[in-house]
């Protein structure tokens, strides 16, 4: 199996594990709120935590899947190499992008909240950790995306 199969396994499992403990944690909180009259209080944040992670996680995937959201207006107007080109361009951006906002901002975004001990009200959980997902997801998408230009130029070859 190769190595993006299996980065696209276990973050797919992971992202339904991630699914399965929302689910749970929200049926939680419905029930606390109706039948005990008071919600418990961390599971609105835990909720709000793991929807981020998913969020972003999935962005992760859905890119490495070529699943994200495209406008093709000029993808179809281009022949076949230029095509490639434009494919080729797209995931140089993506990269670039991936890597300076997702990699460097949110490493920043990490150590910044580290250094000020930012915690979670509820959970008191530091704010790092939650964070932490924007620089996994970003080293996601280079991965995914440096493979794809590297399958593009082969393809050329």
């Known amino acids: 199996m190769m190595m993006r199969q ?3 396994k276990i973050l797919g499992n992971f992202l339904a594990i991630l699914m399965g403990i929302m689910t ?5 909180g ?15 944040e835990l909720a709000r935590f793991l929807l981020i992670w998913i969020g972003i996680l999935g962005a992760a995937y859905a890119a490495g899947k070529d699943m994200h959201l495209a406008i093709d207006l ?3 107007r281009l022949k ?10 797209i995931s140089f951006l993506i990269v670039l992008f991936a890597f300076t906002v997702m990699v460097i901002g949110g490493i920043r ?6 250094v000020l001990g930012q915690l979670s009200p509820a ?4 704010m790092a950790v939650i964070y932490s997902v924007v620089p996994l997801s970003g080293i996601l998408v ?9 399958l593009q130029l082969k393809k050329n070859d």
Request: no cysteine.
């Open 6 to 8: 299996k980065i696209d």
């Open 109 to 114: 975004l990490i150590y910044i909240t580290h």
């Open 80 to 89: 076949e190499e230029g095509q490639k080109r434009l494919k080729i361009l």
């Open 24 to 28: 749970i944690d929200v049926l939680w």
């Open 30 to 44: 419905v029930f606390t709120r109706y039948a005990m009259g008071s919600q418990a209080s961390w599971t609105e």
């Open 123 to 126: 959970l008191r959980v530091p």
């Open 142 to 150: 280079v991965y995914y995306k440096a493979n794809n230009i590297i």
């Open 74 to 76: 000029l993808m179809p």
